[in-house]
């Protein structure tokens, strides 16, 4: 496909505003262009006809299933971009009056209140742009708890084997040593390694609960008590809570801190590198280390303050705070009832798939499992020498996005699917007869396999490079 600027030529413009006849005071000439910018010139239909081509070459919630695990995938409901698109939300100034920013601050206030019912915390900050932001964060919390008290031996965080990737990577750059503990056959965390892991070294430990193999872990009460009786804090990864939200709450489970993307499961879109948030919930004893500005009560009013002993600012102002808009959207539009309900098909949606797949996929664990299932094709591979990847990729010849691939890394030739909860029973249907037939073409067509995609814009390409050095501005000759 061409690029825009393959595309341009030159005196074809758009039409424009024609230009004032005033006298206009031209910029200081130290801030004044040389040369034009070389901007594409094309005409408006071009234009148009480029971006659409662009966009029948991916992959989005719009186009078909998207069930890639530990990414909540789901369909974003259109109210919550409406209220995102307010102009009371969108052209409001992060410096303006506290005065005249009243209806957001309630935003702020609202959504603290809810999603801190939600995940069982007493406060909560919307600064963190993301997850790995959010864990970040929660670790600086932990870290100010321990220096708050003159601790400065507990430099350690534990993490399960089985974590997100980000967990580990975070502990480190937050400045902690980060001590891996193993996970036991059922895929929960093996208690007896974790006995032996916890000390006075301990600072705490990072979990998601259900985990990356997307079971539950049972032990949950006795794993958060032992690090506790370590003197050790919990924090919980809820970046998936679309397994769990308004049926069981981190904050009951023992855990002291948390963070929520709301980009998977509070109705903001991603996966295109787009605006994310990571919102840190803490009991009432961490508040306050929280970030600064938080909202809070002064009468009638809404104001902003900094909590006594803030770790300060992570990132500038209140965070995504569009992002915030759609969350608060979302939950009042569920309302109580609906919350439960959405976590419920959620999970219901995966157990169906699971149970459809289980004769054909060897599941990596039993089950039940909870918004996700694993599924190892490592027999799969020795036996027709077909792989994960071969799979994934010809997934994508059906219209169907590829499952998370080769995570968990404990899991061999690992594919992860997430349904989640706004997909009908005929997508499910659809979805696991195609499954189904690649099972019977490794068996009887490896090539096929090996040689997909067929029907994309590109076949394979070199996902290192892709990722690593990409291409991203045009190099004029
Ligand atoms: C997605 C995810 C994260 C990281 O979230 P980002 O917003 O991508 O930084 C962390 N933990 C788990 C379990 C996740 O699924």
Not at 31 to 59: C, M, N, W
Not at 215 to 236: M, P, Q, R, S, W
Request: net charge negative.
């Amino acid at each position: 496909m061409k690029l825009l600027f393959e595309r341009s030529r030159s005196g074809r413009h758009q039409s424009l505003i024609p230009a004032p006849g005033a006298d206009l005071p031209k910029p200081d000439s130290c801030i004044l262009r040389a040369r034009p910018p070389r901007l594409p010139e094309i005409s408006e239909v071009d234009l148009g006809r480029h971006y659409t081509e662009l966009a029948k070459q991916t992959h989005g919630v719009n186009d078909g299933f998207y069930p890639l695990g530990s990414c909540t995938m789901k369909y974003n409901p259109r109210i919550d971009e409406a209220a995102a698109a307010l102009p009371g939300f969108t052209g409001i100034h992060p410096l303006q009056p506290q005065e005249t920013a009243q209806g957001c601050l309630e935003v702020l206030y609202k959504a603290e209140q809810l999603l801190c019912e939600i995940a069982g915390m007493d406060a909560m900050t919307m600064q963190p742009a993301a997850g790995a932001h959010g864990e970040y964060t929660g670790l600086l919390l932990i870290r100010c708890y321990h220096k708050s008290r003159g601790d400065a031996a507990r430099t350690k965080i534990i993490v399960p084997d089985s974590a997100h990737g980000t967990n580990p990577a975070s502990a480190a750059m937050a400045g902690f040593t980060v001590v891996s503990v193993p996970s036991n056959a059922d895929g929960g965390v093996d208690l007896e390694a974790l006995r032996n892991a916890v000390g006075s070294d301990t600072a705490g430990l990072m979990l998601t609960n259900p985990n990356t193999v997307g079971l539950f872990d049972e032990n949950i009460l006795e794993i958060t008590k032992i690090v506790h009786d370590a003197g050790g804090l919990c924090y919980y990864d809820g970046a998936n809570l679309n397994a769990i939200m308004g049926h069981a709450r981190p904050g009951d489970m023992g855990f002291d801190c948390v963070h929520l993307n709301l980009h998977k499961t509070f109705a903001t879109p991603h996966g295109g590198g787009g605006p994310g948030s990571g919102p840190v919930g803490c009991k009432a004893f961490l508040e306050q280390f929280l970030p600064s500005p938080r909202v809070r009560k002064n009468g009638e009013n809404l104001e902003l303050y900094r909590p006594e002993s803030s770790m300060g600012k992570v990132r500038s102002f209140y965070g995504n705070f569009l992002v915030v808009v759609r969350a608060l959207t979302y939950i009042l539009s569920l309302g109580k009832e609906g919350i439960p309900e959405a976590s419920a098909g959620a999970v219901l949606n995966a157990r169906y798939m699971m149970h459809k797949l289980r004769n054909a996929y060897d599941m990596a664990y039993q089950g039940p499992c909870m918004h996700e299932f694993v599924m190892s094709l490592e027999r799969l591979k020795k036996d027709t020498g077909v792989s994960a990847m071969d799979v994934a990729k010809s997934l994508l010849d059906y219209g169907i996005h590829p499952p998370t691939m080769y995570f968990p890394l404990i899991v061999h030739e690992a594919l992860m699917v997430e349904p989640t909860e706004t997909e009908s029973r005929e997508t499910l249907d659809d979805a696991v007869s195609v499954f189904l037939e690649l099972r019977d073409k490794a068996q009887n067509d490896p090539q096929y396999l090996h040689e997909s995609p067929h029907n994309c814009p590109i076949n394979r390409p070199d996902e290192v490079k892709a990722a690593r050095s990409p291409l991203l501005r045009y190099e004029f000759k």
